[in-house]
């Protein structure tokens, strides 16, 4: 865009009220949300078809971690009552269907430009709106919704030789949309994280040979995935607005299938904690680690817990050597929890092998496989599932710059900093769907993301009634929300461990907390705020 307002692409800028950059589970409620709210608004998305995280993630054995009664819009009763979901967890083909079929019954993709990739972002200061340049055009707005995903953005570690590999390579993350034949083939993992133990079983069940390169083993839990039993989804139709309304209420915004124990777990017998821990290991799921109330507060207290999955994995893993390579021996939760189907007991199959990254890391990556202290393990093809940039890492690529051209990156040097994860102090009139400093991943997303719609178009018809132009945090309320989440994060044991919640899997990353612990506090200060004339914001 030149400075006279004609676009370098010879087209005329497209002008709206508010632009929305994705078209995932946020983008597409944003829309709908404002659509009705009697605004003009266009959503840009770089992928061919709506669904974000469930568009690009088609791994073998994608599947929600998130029980498929509760991963789902709240927004329209008629909408909960007619989708009928299939299994305890969805399947990633399964949740893209769903996203597909809201799409198509709120009439939401002629608004939506797909295969459009933002390149640049600007604030003009002189007509208080944004300018959003994409491969495809520019994007004129007052206000603008980051609907960009929390890991949306691939890490794809450096390794010598990688481009010289002579089979297929994969991100999960990025996978191919026909899907991948590993049958008969002999295939590497890097990587284990929640992606890959998923992954594994299902491609250890496809391919002739698979080597999985760990360098950090991973607790996991049983997710106990089973057909959707008819009566019990009856059961949550039948009471939903409860059940929603209780949700609401919990930490991570679930509901879970045990009531959270509110005891300490240090204090607890030994004959007490086994018997609630083999519970809940059969029960399946997250409800595992609601077992006792400082399970993710307390050192000692999460030590037994580790303890007890540290047992489950020795009896799982037949051979001791392979069993003592899997066992973590960090804070248990403190990366995300991982939920699994036969992931450990994959590995007393013949044919997965497990190497140890850990000490040595990969050397480098020949025509012919990976090189590990100087020993080559031959593959057919190479599946990263070396995980993302999280949080930060798109909202970055897209080289915003606020007033007075100054730029987020340069902003965020030292770490994210936002005000309730909903806006960042001199980037007016920008909005993050959960973004650094909300709850997000910590949380059921879809909640999340309902929340933060809700509050954004709340404020957006508030400013429209006052006649404000810009809306933007105050400086001092975004360094006060900064200390807050990181005052937050520090009575817990998250920081306690190299996770992606930190951007310690990143190089060169700032360490920093990322997300804020705790959903309930959170909504009522974001509630609080709204209320209060959005203290911490300038309108003007
Ligand atoms: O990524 P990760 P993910 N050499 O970052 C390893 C969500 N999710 O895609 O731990 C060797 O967790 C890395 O090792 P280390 C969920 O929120 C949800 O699995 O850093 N290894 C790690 O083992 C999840 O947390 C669902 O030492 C390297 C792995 O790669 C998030 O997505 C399903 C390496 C990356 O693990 C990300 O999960 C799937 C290197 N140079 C994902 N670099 C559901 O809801 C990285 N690694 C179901």
Redo the contacts with the bound molecule.
């Keep these: 865009m030149s400075s006279d307002g004609v676009d370098l692409n010879g087209a005329e800028p497209s002008v709206h009220d508010v632009v929305v950059v994705g078209a995932g589970f946020a983008g597409m409620y944003m829309l709908h949300k404002l659509r009705g709210l009697g605004f003009d608004v266009a959503v840009v998305e770089r992928a061919s078809g709506v669904g974000g995280?469930w568009y690009w993630?088609r791994y073998p054995g994608?599947?929600?971690?998130?029980e498929s009664m509760q991963y789902s819009y709240s927004f329209d009763p008629e909408l909960e009552q007619e989708w009928e979901w299939s299994e305890r967890?969805s399947g990633q083909p399964e949740i893209l269907r769903y996203a597909n079929h809201v799409a198509d019954r709120y009439d939401l993709r002629r608004d939506i430009r797909f295969e459009t990739t933002v390149t640049q972002v600007d604030w003009d200061d002189a007509d208080n709106q944004w300018r959003l340049q994409t491969d495809r055009g520019t994007y004129l707005a007052r206000f603008m919704v980051m609907a960009t995903g929390?890991?949306s953005t691939a890490?794809v570690?450096?390794?010598d030789g990688a481009e010289t590999f002579e089979g297929p390579t994969y991100h999960?993350?990025r996978w191919p949309h026909e899907g991948v034949d590993f049958s008969g083939l002999s295939v590497g993992v890097?990587?284990?994280?929640?992606?890959?133990?998923?992954a594994i079983p299902v491609i250890a069940d496809e391919c002739l040979e698979l080597t999985v390169?760990?360098?950090?083993p991973?607790y996991s839990v049983p997710a106990r995935n089973e057909p959707l039993d008819a009566s019990d989804q009856a059961d949550w139709k039948a009471n939903y607005r409860e059940r929603r309304a209780r949700m609401l209420t919990q930490q991570a915004a679930m509901v879970q299938r045990l009531p959270d124990g509110e005891d300490l777990a240090k204090e607890a017998s030994a004959t007490e904690f086994d018997e609630r821990m083999q519970e809940r290991w059969d029960v399946g799921g997250f409800t595992f680690y609601r077992a006792y109330s400082d399970i993710g507060l307390d050192a000692e207290s999460n030590g037994r817990v580790a303890e007890f999955v540290r047992g489950k994995i020795a009896g799982i893993v037949d051979d001791p050597e392979t069993a003592a390579k899997l066992t973590p021996h960090n804070t248990i939760a403190c990366?995300?929890p991982?939920?699994d189907t036969n992931y450990y007991e994959t590995f007393n199959l013949s044919h997965v092998h497990l190497v140890d990254?850990?000490e040595t890391?990969?050397d480098r990556i020949s025509a012919a496989g990976v090189v590990v202290d100087g020993q080559e393990y031959p593959v057919d093809a190479l599946v990263?599932?070396?995980?993302?940039d999280?949080m930060t890492g798109t909202l970055l690529r897209m080289n915003v710059t606020g007033r007075e051209g100054a730029r987020l990156a340069d902003h965020w040097d030292a770490g994210p900093r936002t005000y309730l994860g909903l806006g960042v102090a001199g980037f007016p009139n920008m909005f993050t769907v959960s973004g650094p400093g909300s709850p997000s991943?910590l949380t059921n997303m879809i909640p999340s993301i309902e929340q933060h719609v809700d509050w954004i178009a709340r404020c957006l018809v508030d400013l429209r009634e006052r006649g404000a132009a810009t809306i933007e945090p105050e400086a001092d309320a975004e360094a006060y929300w900064v200390d807050y989440v990181n005052a937050v994060a520090n009575l817990t044991l998250f920081p306690t461990c190299?996770?992606?919640y930190l951007g310690?899997?990143i190089p060169g990353k700032t360490r920093v907390f990322m997300p804020l612990p705790g959903f309930p506090p959170y909504v009522e200060i974001c509630e609080d705020v709204a209320s209060d004339n959005y203290r911490g914001f300038a309108l003007a």
């Excluded at 994608?62 to 998130?66: G, K, L, N, P, S």
């Excluded at 890097?190 to 998923?198: E, H, K, L, M, W």
């Excluded at 390169?213 to 950090?216: D, G, L």
């Design positions: 995280t993630n994608a599947r929600c971690d998130v967890y929390c890991l890490n570690p450096h390794f999960t993350g890097i990587g284990t994280g929640s992606s890959a133990i998923q390169f760990q360098r950090t991973n990366k995300r991982c939920l990254v850990s890391p990969i990263y599932a070396t995980g993302f999280a991943v190299n996770s992606w310690a899997n």
